[in-house]
Protein backbone atom coordinates (compact mmCIF):
# COMPACT_ATOMS: atom_id res chain seq x y z
CA UNK A 1 0.00 0.00 0.00
CA UNK A 2 1.43 3.52 -0.66
CA UNK A 3 1.55 6.32 1.39
CA UNK A 4 0.03 9.17 -0.05
CA UNK A 5 1.99 12.67 1.01
CA UNK A 6 1.61 16.32 -0.15
CA UNK A 7 4.11 18.03 -1.50
CA UNK A 8 4.54 21.74 -1.43
CA UNK A 9 6.72 23.85 -3.05
CA UNK A 10 6.97 27.52 -0.82
CA UNK A 11 9.56 29.10 -2.37
CA UNK A 12 11.97 31.36 0.10
CA UNK A 13 10.40 31.55 3.67
CA UNK A 14 11.07 33.32 7.09
CA UNK A 15 12.17 30.14 9.61
CA UNK A 16 9.59 31.30 12.69
CA UNK A 17 7.27 31.41 10.78
CA UNK A 18 7.49 27.95 8.64
CA UNK A 19 8.93 26.34 12.17
CA UNK A 20 5.13 27.75 13.44
CA UNK A 21 3.27 26.64 10.46
CA UNK A 22 4.52 23.12 10.64
CA UNK A 23 4.39 23.02 14.94
CA UNK A 24 0.50 23.91 13.92
CA UNK A 25 0.26 21.25 10.76
CA UNK A 26 1.35 18.49 12.84
CA UNK A 27 -1.10 19.52 15.81
CA UNK A 28 -4.28 19.67 13.88
CA UNK A 29 -3.49 16.61 11.66
CA UNK A 30 -6.03 13.48 11.74
CA UNK A 31 -4.33 9.93 11.57
CA UNK A 32 -5.92 9.69 7.86
CA UNK A 33 -5.00 12.86 6.60
CA UNK A 34 -1.88 12.59 3.95
CA UNK A 35 1.54 13.86 4.96
CA UNK A 36 3.26 16.66 4.12
CA UNK A 37 7.01 17.07 2.41
CA UNK A 38 7.49 20.79 2.24
CA UNK A 39 10.50 22.11 0.19
CA UNK A 40 11.85 25.95 0.59
CA UNK A 41 14.67 28.14 1.41
CA UNK A 42 15.30 30.39 4.28
CA UNK A 43 16.39 33.34 4.59
CA UNK A 44 19.81 33.92 6.15
CA UNK A 45 19.60 32.43 9.63
CA UNK A 46 21.66 30.57 12.24
CA UNK A 47 19.49 27.74 14.21
CA UNK A 48 20.40 25.80 17.40
CA UNK A 49 18.94 22.96 18.29
CA UNK A 50 17.39 21.61 21.66
CA UNK A 51 21.39 20.70 23.14
CA UNK A 52 22.87 23.33 21.18
CA UNK A 53 25.45 25.45 23.01
CA UNK A 54 25.44 28.96 22.49
CA UNK A 55 29.17 29.09 22.67
CA UNK A 56 29.33 27.84 19.04
CA UNK A 57 28.14 30.87 17.64
CA UNK A 58 31.03 32.69 17.46
CA UNK A 59 30.28 35.67 15.47
CA UNK A 60 26.54 36.25 13.99
CA UNK A 61 26.99 39.60 12.90
CA UNK A 62 23.81 40.91 11.81
CA UNK A 63 21.97 37.22 10.94
CA UNK A 64 19.47 36.21 13.36
CA UNK A 65 19.76 33.23 15.85
CA UNK A 66 16.84 31.36 16.68
CA UNK A 67 16.80 28.53 19.36
CA UNK A 68 14.80 25.92 17.67
CA UNK A 69 13.12 22.30 19.30
CA UNK A 70 14.74 20.64 16.53
CA UNK A 71 17.54 18.13 17.42
CA UNK A 72 21.26 18.78 16.77
CA UNK A 73 23.66 21.31 17.42
CA UNK A 74 24.34 24.64 15.25
CA UNK A 75 23.83 25.11 11.78
CA UNK A 76 23.18 27.77 9.15
CA UNK A 77 20.50 28.20 6.58
CA UNK A 78 20.37 30.96 3.85
CA UNK A 79 19.20 31.53 -0.31
CA UNK A 80 20.63 28.29 -2.26
CA UNK A 81 19.94 25.91 0.17
CA UNK A 82 17.40 23.14 -0.49
CA UNK A 83 15.72 22.59 2.74
CA UNK A 84 13.20 19.83 2.81
CA UNK A 85 10.83 19.40 6.05
CA UNK A 86 8.95 16.14 6.32
CA UNK A 87 5.54 15.93 8.57
CA UNK A 88 5.41 12.48 8.36
CA UNK A 89 2.62 9.99 10.75
CA UNK A 90 5.65 7.63 11.68
CA UNK A 91 3.75 5.35 13.39
CA UNK A 92 1.43 4.86 10.06
CA UNK A 93 4.44 4.38 8.35
CA UNK A 94 5.90 2.20 10.93
CA UNK A 95 9.42 4.06 11.31
CA UNK A 96 11.21 4.99 14.44
CA UNK A 97 13.91 7.77 14.72
CA UNK A 98 16.52 5.70 13.36
CA UNK A 99 15.19 4.80 10.12
CA UNK A 100 13.63 7.85 9.58
CA UNK A 101 17.19 9.22 9.59
CA UNK A 102 18.54 6.24 7.49
CA UNK A 103 16.03 7.02 5.07
CA UNK A 104 16.25 11.10 4.56
CA UNK A 105 20.28 10.08 4.30
CA UNK A 106 19.59 7.69 1.51
CA UNK A 107 17.31 10.34 -0.38
CA UNK A 108 20.41 12.76 -0.18
CA UNK A 109 23.36 9.96 -1.06
CA UNK A 110 20.97 9.05 -4.21
CA UNK A 111 20.52 12.34 -5.26
CA UNK A 112 24.96 13.41 -5.11
CA UNK A 113 24.81 9.83 -6.62
CA UNK A 114 22.81 11.15 -9.91
CA UNK A 115 25.16 14.10 -10.11
CA UNK A 116 28.29 11.27 -10.25
CA UNK A 117 29.43 12.17 -6.53
CA UNK A 118 30.23 9.94 -4.12
CA UNK A 119 28.31 10.97 -0.66
CA UNK A 120 28.54 8.76 2.14
CA UNK A 121 27.18 8.73 6.06
CA UNK A 122 29.43 9.21 8.74
CA UNK A 123 28.79 6.99 11.90
CA UNK A 124 27.33 9.38 15.12
CA UNK A 125 27.15 12.21 13.30
CA UNK A 126 23.53 12.24 11.12
CA UNK A 127 23.83 13.74 7.42
CA UNK A 128 25.97 13.25 4.45
CA UNK A 129 29.55 14.33 3.49
CA UNK A 130 31.76 14.69 0.60
CA UNK A 131 35.80 14.13 1.20
CA UNK A 132 35.00 14.51 5.09
CA UNK A 133 33.24 17.87 4.39
CA UNK A 134 29.19 18.24 5.45
CA UNK A 135 26.96 18.75 2.35
CA UNK A 136 23.66 17.94 4.08
CA UNK A 137 22.44 18.67 7.48
CA UNK A 138 19.27 16.41 9.37
CA UNK A 139 17.75 18.00 12.34
CA UNK A 140 14.19 16.13 13.30
CA UNK A 141 11.15 16.66 16.38
CA UNK A 142 8.84 14.21 17.05
CA UNK A 143 5.74 15.18 18.33
CA UNK A 144 2.26 13.19 18.80
CA UNK A 145 4.13 10.74 16.72
CA UNK A 146 4.73 12.73 13.70
CA UNK A 147 7.80 13.92 12.62
CA UNK A 148 8.53 17.81 11.62
CA UNK A 149 11.93 19.71 10.85
CA UNK A 150 14.28 17.49 7.73
CA UNK A 151 17.55 18.08 5.82
CA UNK A 152 19.37 21.09 4.48
CA UNK A 153 21.25 20.49 1.59
CA UNK A 154 24.11 23.20 0.12
CA UNK A 155 23.43 23.40 -3.45
CA UNK A 156 24.85 26.85 -4.71
CA UNK A 157 24.94 29.23 -1.49
CA UNK A 158 27.01 31.33 0.08
CA UNK A 159 28.97 29.74 2.47
CA UNK A 160 30.87 32.45 4.40
CA UNK A 161 28.42 32.52 7.41
CA UNK A 162 29.50 28.46 8.25
CA UNK A 163 32.78 30.11 9.36
CA UNK A 164 30.80 32.09 12.38
CA UNK A 165 29.84 29.47 13.80
CA UNK A 166 30.83 25.93 14.98
CA UNK A 167 28.44 23.75 12.54
CA UNK A 168 27.09 20.79 14.32
CA UNK A 169 29.39 21.57 17.72
CA UNK A 170 32.61 21.41 15.87
CA UNK A 171 35.70 23.78 15.25
CA UNK A 172 37.15 21.45 12.75
CA UNK A 173 34.09 20.33 10.53
CA UNK A 174 34.16 22.08 6.80
CA UNK A 175 31.34 22.35 4.91
CA UNK A 176 31.03 22.48 1.15
CA UNK A 177 28.05 22.69 -1.54
CA UNK A 178 27.06 20.68 -4.41
CA UNK A 179 27.99 23.61 -6.90
CA UNK A 180 31.85 22.72 -5.61
CA UNK A 181 31.81 20.06 -7.76
CA UNK A 182 29.25 20.83 -10.51
CA UNK A 183 27.61 23.28 -12.81
CA UNK A 184 23.86 23.14 -11.39
CA UNK A 185 20.95 25.27 -11.14
CA UNK A 186 18.92 25.35 -8.33
CA UNK A 187 15.51 24.46 -9.69
CA UNK A 188 16.48 21.34 -11.68
CA UNK A 189 18.51 20.15 -8.70
CA UNK A 190 15.47 20.51 -6.76
CA UNK A 191 13.34 18.42 -9.64
CA UNK A 192 15.41 15.88 -9.52
CA UNK A 193 15.13 15.45 -5.66
CA UNK A 194 11.32 15.80 -6.14
CA UNK A 195 11.37 12.67 -8.67
CA UNK A 196 13.66 10.79 -6.00
CA UNK A 197 11.27 11.27 -2.96
CA UNK A 198 8.45 10.11 -5.01
CA UNK A 199 10.13 6.47 -6.01
CA UNK A 200 12.84 6.19 -3.10
CA UNK A 201 10.14 6.86 -0.76
CA UNK A 202 7.81 4.73 -2.88
CA UNK A 203 5.33 7.41 -2.03
CA UNK A 204 2.42 8.61 -3.79
CA UNK A 205 2.30 12.58 -4.64
CA UNK A 206 -0.56 14.65 -4.10
CA UNK A 207 -0.14 18.50 -5.19
Known amino acids: MRNNFRLKNLGLQDYKKTWASMINTILSKSEKEPDEIW ?49 LNLRRLGWGPKRLIHQLEELIITLFREYGINSSRVDGAPGVYVGGEKIASIGLKIKRGFSYHGISINLDMDLEPFLRINPCGSDSLKVTQLSNYKDISFYEVQKRFESILTTKMSFEVHK
Open 39 to 87: ILEHHPVFTLGLGGSEKHILSPGNIPVIRSDRGGQATYHGPGQLVVYFL
